[in-house]
C-alpha cells in the first residue's frame, strides 16, 4: 500500500511535473505548424552536400514571398517554411534555391489559411469528443458502483487525470519544439487522441479492480476501509499496468530510432504520454478517489 | 481439452494460410492484393480543392458536387496517371456551414504546377464529323471538326422515346442549342444526313449518333443504344461540360519517390525490431504463456496485414506507425490474463482452473479498456485528415484484432497445452513470471461468514 500511504507525496509530485509542463508551454509556447496556420513547406536535398543556410536564405530572398524560414533538415537538406504559396511561387522559388547546387525537392506541402483554421476547430471538438464520450462511458460501466464514492465520481477523476496527462507530454512537446524547432502538426493531434485512449485503459484496469474489491466485500459483509481497498487495487494491478505499457514503449523506441522521419516525433510525444500518464495510473488516479470519497462521506 | 487441441490446430493452420496470403500476394507484382501504398509513401502529389457552391442553390448541389468529380476525373485521366482517384468530401465546419471539398490523389507525379494546370483548365464540348477512311485494307476513324462547340449549347434534357423495342420507351438525351448554334446545327445536319456526328469532351469522343435527316429549329435528339443511367449521365456531363461550379485551390502537397521508398524500409526495419523485442519480453517475463502471447502476436500481425490488404486499406508512414503500436498494445489483454491467471495459482488453484478463471476475471476491464480506446479512435477517423485517417483506421483495426486475438487465440492456444488434472512443479514455474523484484505474498481474501 505504498502508493496510497505516501500519497500526499505523490500529488505534490504530481504538481511539481505540472506545474513544469504547464510553465514550459506558458513559456515556450506550443509553435503550431502547417495543419493549423496554412503556409507552405519544402523539403529539398542536395546531391553534393548542402550550401551554406545563408547563402540559400539569400536566394530565396530573391523571390518575394514574405518571411522564409530556412532550416537543415537531415544530412544533406534544406526545409524552407513560408506563407501559403500559389504553384508559380513555388516553381519559383526551387528555381531560386538551385541557382547554385541542383536542389531535388523531396516533399512539399501546402495549405490554404482557410482549411487550417477549421483544422484546429475540429482537433479541440476532437479532443473534447473523446473526454466527453470516455467520461460517460466511465460513468455507465461504473453505474453499479454507489459507495463510498457514485459512479460519475469515477468519471470526474478520469478527466482530471486526462487533462494531466495531455498537458504533461503537450509540455514536453514545448520544450522539444524551443530546442528542435519542431512544430505542432496533425500527427500531434493524432498522439493526444491516441494517448486519451490509452491511457485511460490503464485507470480503467484499476478501478476495474476496486469495484471488483467493493462488489467482493459487499456480498461477504467484509468492513475494510476504502483507503485499504484502494490500495489492495493498486498493488495487485501494478505489475500488470507496468507491463503493458512496457511492451508499448518498447514498441515506441523501435519506432523513435528505426521508424520513418516523418513519424518521429508523433512516436516521442507518445512516448513521453505513456511513460507519464501510466505513472499517473498507478500514482493518482485511484488515490484520488480517497479525497473525493471523504467529501461524498461529509456531504451525506 | 481435445477441443481445445483441435481448435488449437486449426488456428495455427489459419495463421499459416494468413502468412502465406501475405507473403504470395506480395510477392506477385500482378496480384490484386498487394500492400496500397499512401502518396507519403509511394510518391505523388494530392490536390485539395474547394468547390465554391454560394451560386448553387442548395438542392442541386449534391448533384454539381458529384458533376464536378466526373468532370475532374475526366481531365485527371487526359493527364496520364496510373491509379489516379477522386474523392469528395462534405465537411461541415461545425460552424454550420458545409463545405464541398474535391480531392484529388496522382501517385507518382510530383509537378504540382503542371497538375494544377491541367485540371483548372475550361474543358472543350465540341461535335466533329466522323468520317471513315479506307486506307488500303484497314478502315481508320477521322474526325473533321464542325465549328460547333459547347459554346452554342443552350442546354441538354433527358426524354423517353419510343425506341427500337415496340412498347418500350428508350431513354433519349435532347440538346438545345442557342439560336446562332441552331443555324450551324441545321447546315451542318442537311449536308451530312447518314453520317455520324460524334460529341466530343475534353477531346474525347462519348457519343456518335447517325444523322438521321436535316435538323431545323435548334433541337437534335440523341437515341443511342444507352440505358436509363447513360443517357442520364450524359446529360449531366453536356450541362456540366464546364466546371459546373467554380473550384479555388486549398491545399496541395507533393512527396517525390525517395523520401517515400525511406519511409517504407524504415517502417519495416521499426515494424521487425519492435515485434521482436515485444515478443523476446513477453516470454521472458511470462514463460509459457508468455511464449502462447508471442505466437498468438504473430497471427495478429499476420491477420492485420491480410486485412490490410484486403479491405484495402491505403498505408500511410502514419498507419504502418499505428501498426507498431498496437502490436505494443495488442499483448495488454494477455499481460491482463497472465497476471490475473498468476493470482489464481497464488490461491492455489490447480493450473487449469487458474487459466479459466484469469481469462473470466480479466474480461470486464479488457473490454471497458478496449472498448475507450475504439471510441477514440474512431473520433480520430471523424478529424478528417488523410494522415490522421491513415493511422485512425489502423488503430481502430488493432484494437479490434487484438481484442479477439487476446480473448480468442491465447485461450485456446493456453488451454490446448496446460494439462487436466493436478499441478507439477512445472506447471507452476512455467505459468509464474519470470522475475521476482520482491515476494509477493497476496492479500488475504476477506473471511467468508
Known amino acids: 500500500m505504498f502508493i496510497t500511504n505516501h500519497r500526499g507525496f505523490f500529488?505534490?509530485?504530481?504538481?511539481?511535473?505540472?506545474?513544469?509542463?504547464?510553465?514550459?508551454?506558458?513559456?515556450?509556447?506550443?509553435?503550431l505548424g502547417l495543419d493549423f496556420t496554412g503556409g507552405s513547406l519544402v523539403h529539398v536535398s542536395y546531391e553534393n552536400g548542402r550550401p551554406a543556410l545563408a547563402d540559400i536564405q539569400e536566394q530565396v530572398d530573391t523571390v518575394s514571398l514574405g518571411v522564409v524560414s530556412v532550416r537543415a533538415f537531415g544530412e544533406d537538406g534544406v526545409s524552407l517554411r513560408s506563407r501559403t504559396l500559389t504553384p508559380e511561387e513555388h516553381t519559383a522559388l526551387l528555381a531560386a534555391i538551385s541557382t547554385d547546387a541542383l536542389a531535388t525537392e523531396l516533399s512539399y506541402t501546402s495549405v490554404g489559411p482557410a482549411l487550417g483554421s477549421?483544422?484546429?476547430?475540429?482537433?479541440?471538438?476532437?479532443?473534447?469528443?473523446?473526454?466527453?464520450?470516455?467520461?460517460?462511458?466511465?460513468?455507465?460501466?461504473?453505474?453499479?458502483?454507489?459507495?463510498?464514492?457514485?459512479?460519475?465520481?469515477?468519471?470526474?477523476?478520469?478527466?482530471?487525470?486526462?487533462?494531466?496527462?495531455?498537458?504533461?507530454?503537450?509540455?514536453?512537446?514545448?520544450?522539444?519544439?524551443?530546442?528542435?524547432?519542431?512544430?505542432?502538426?496533425?500527427?500531434?493531434?493524432?498522439?493526444?487522441?491516441?494517448?486519451?485512449?490509452?491511457?485511460?485503459?490503464?485507470?480503467?484496469?484499476?478501478?476495474?479492480?476496486?469495484?471488483?474489491?467493493?462488489?467482493?466485500?459487499?456480498?461477504?459483509?467484509?468492513?475494510?476501509?476504502?483507503e485499504d481497498t484502494i490500495g489492495k487495487s493498486i498493488d495487485e494491478t501494478m505489475t500488470r499496468s507496468i507491463n503493458t505499457?512496457?511492451?508499448?514503449?518498447?514498441?515506441?523506441?523501435?519506432?523513435?530510432?528505426?521508424?520513418?522521419?516523418?513519424?518521429?516525433?508523433?512516436?516521442?510525444?507518445?512516448?513521453?504520454?505513456?511513460?507519464?500518464?501510466?505513472?499517473?495510473?498507478?500514482?493518482?488516479?485511484?488515490p484520488l478517489l480517497i479525497p473525493l470519497a471523504k467529501w461524498f462521506d461529509r456531504k451525506n | 481439452m481435445t477441443r481445445y487441441?483441435?481448435?488449437?490446430?486449426?488456428?495455427?493452420?489459419?495463421?499459416?494460410?494468413?502468412?502465406?496470403?501475405?507473403?504470395?500476394?506480395?510477392?506477385?507484382?500482378?496480384?490484386?492484393?498487394?500492400?496500397?501504398?499512401?502518396?507519403?509513401?509511394?510518391?505523388g502529389t494530392e490536390l485539395v480543392y474547394k468547390a465554391d457552391m454560394s451560386q448553387t442553390p442548395s438542392g442541386e448541389r449534391a448533384d454539381a458536387l458529384s458533376a464536378l468529380q466526373g468532370v475532374i476525373e475526366r481531365r485527371v485521366n487526359l493527364f496520364g496517371v496510373a491509379e489516379p482517384l477522386v474523392q469528395t468530401e462534405r465537411a461541415s465546419a461545425l460552424s454550420g456551414t458545409t463545405e464541398d471539398r474535391l480531392i484529388v490523389d496522382l501517385p507518382g507525379v510530383t509537378d504540382i504546377k503542371a497538375a494544377v494546370a491541367a485540371l483548372g483548365e475550361t474543358p472543350t464540348l465540341d461535335f466533329r464529323l466522323v468520317a471513315p477512311t479506307t486506307v488500303g485494307t484497314t478502315t481508320a476513324v477521322a474526325y473533321i471538326?464542325?465549328?460547333?462547340?459547347?459554346?452554342?449549347?443552350?442546354?441538354?434534357?433527358?426524354?423517353?422515346?419510343?425506341?427500337?423495342?415496340?412498347?418500350?420507351?428508350?431513354?433519349?438525351?435532347?440538346?438545345?442549342?442557342?439560336?446562332?448554334?441552331?443555324?450551324?446545327?441545321?447546315?451542318?445536319?442537311?449536308?451530312?444526313?447518314?453520317?455520324?456526328?460524334?460529341?466530343f469532351l475534353d477531346g474525347t469522343p462519348i457519343s456518335s449518333p447517325v444523322i438521321q435527316e436535316a435538323i431545323p429549329g435548334g433541337q437534335a435528339t440523341i437515341t443511342g443504344q444507352f440505358t436509363a443511367v447513360e443517357a442520364r449521365d450524359l446529360?449531366?456531363?453536356?450541362?456540366?461540360?464546364?466546371?459546373?461550379?467554380?473550384?479555388?485551390?486549398?491545399?496541395?502537397?507533393?512527396?517525390?519517390?525517395?523520401?517515400?521508398?525511406?519511409?517504407?524500409?524504415?517502417?519495416?526495419?521499426?515494424?521487425?525490431?519492435?515485434?521482436?523485442?515485444?515478443?523476446?519480453?513477453?516470454?521472458?517475463w511470462y514463460r509459457l504463456p508468455g511464449l502462447v502471447a508471442a505466437v498468438a502476436l504473430v497471427e495478429y500481425v499476420a491477420f492485420m496485414l491480410a486485412v490490410i490488404k484486403v479491405i484495402p486499406v491505403t498505408l500511410t508512414a502514419s498507419g504502418i506507425a499505428g501498426l507498431i503500436i498496437t502490436v505494443g498494445m495488442?499483448?495488454?489483454?494477455?499481460?491482463?490474463?497472465?497476471?490475473?491467471?498468476?493470482?489464481?495459482?497464488?490461491?492455489?488453484?490447480?493450473?487449469?482452473?487458474?487459466?479459466?478463471?484469469?481469462?473470466?476475471?480479466a474480461w470486464p476491464a479488457i473490454r471497458d479498456g478496449h472498448l475507450t480506446m475504439i471510441i477514440s479512435g474512431v473520433i480520430l477517423f471523424w478529424l478528417g485528415t488523410s494522415i490522421v485517417q491513415g493511422f485512425a483506421l489502423v488503430f481502430v483495426l488493432g484494437v479490434l484484432a487484438s481484442f479477439i486475438s487476446a480473448v480468442s487465440l491465447s485461450r485456446v492456444f493456453l488451454l490446448a497445452v496446460v494439462p487436466e488434472e493436478g499441478s507439477s512443479r512445472f506447471w507452476g514455474w512455467a505459468l509464474h513470471s519470470g522475475f521476482r523484484f520482491r515476494a509477493t505474498t497476496p492479500y488475504p481474501l476477506p473471511p467468508t461468514t
Open chain 2, 145 to 199: 471538326a464542325t465549328g460547333l462547340d459547347g459554346r452554342y449549347l443552350s442546354s441538354a434534357t433527358l426524354g423517353f422515346g419510343s425506341g427500337a423495342t415496340a412498347g418500350l420507351s428508350a431513354p433519349q438525351v435532347i440538346l438545345n442549342f442557342n439560336a446562332e448554334g441552331a443555324k450551324l446545327f441545321e447546315k451542318i445536319t442537311s449536308e451530312n444526313v447518314g453520317k455520324q456526328l460524334a460529341i
Open chain 2, 330 to 361: 495488442a499483448v495488454d489483454a494477455n499481460v491482463l490474463i497472465f497476471e490475473r491467471t498468476k493470482e489464481e495459482l497464488r490461491e492455489g488453484k490447480t493450473p487449469r482452473e487458474a487459466v479459466h478463471i484469469g481469462f473470466q476475471r
Open chain 1, 118 to 226: 477549421q483544422f484546429t476547430n475540429k482537433a479541440l471538438w476532437a479532443i473534447f469528443a473523446v473526454v466527453l464520450v470516455i467520461v460517460l462511458y466511465i460513468a455507465f460501466a461504473f453505474r453499479k458502483v454507489s459507495r463510498p464514492v457514485p459512479s460519475w465520481g469515477y468519471g470526474i477523476t478520469v478527466v482530471a487525470m486526462l487533462t494531466i496527462d495531455l498537458i504533461v507530454p503537450a509540455g514536453f512537446f514545448a520544450a522539444y519544439a524551443h530546442v528542435t524547432g519542431a512544430e505542432v502538426d496533425s500527427l500531434f493531434v493524432v498522439a493526444m487522441l491516441a494517448l486519451l485512449g490509452y491511457v485511460v485503459n490503464d485507470i480503467i484496469v484499476i478501478f476495474d479492480r476496486v469495484r471488483e474489491h467493493l462488489a467482493r466485500n459487499e456480498k461477504l459483509g467484509f468492513k475494510e476501509s476504502f
Open chain 2, 235 to 284: 446529360v449531366r456531363n453536356l450541362n456540366f461540360g464546364a466546371l459546373p461550379v467554380p473550384i479555388e485551390l486549398q491545399s496541395s502537397s507533393a512527396v517525390g519517390p525517395t523520401l517515400g521508398a525511406a519511409a517504407i524500409s524504415a517502417g519495416v526495419v521499426a515494424g521487425i525490431i519492435g515485434f521482436t523485442i515485444v515478443a523476446l519480453f513477453m516470454i521472458a
Open chain 1, 11 to 31: 500529488f505534490w509530485l504530481t504538481g511539481l511535473i505540472l506545474a513544469g509542463a504547464v510553465g514550459a508551454i506558458l513559456f515556450w509556447g506550443l509553435p
Open chain 2, 5 to 43: 487441441r483441435v481448435l488449437a490446430v486449426f488456428a495455427l493452420i489459419v495463421g499459416f494460410l494468413l502468412i502465406y496470403f501475405v507473403w504470395a500476394t506480395e510477392t506477385n507484382p500482378y496480384s490484386a492484393y498487394r500492400f496500397k501504398l499512401g502518396l507519403d509513401l509511394a510518391g
Open chain 1, 245 to 286: 505499457s512496457l511492451t508499448v514503449v518498447l514498441a515506441l523506441i523501435a519506432l523513435i530510432y528505426f521508424g520513418a522521419e516523418a513519424t518521429r516525433n508523433f512516436a516521442l510525444v507518445m512516448l513521453v504520454g505513456v511513460v507519464a500518464g501510466t505513472f499517473s495510473s498507478i500514482t493518482r488516479s485511484a
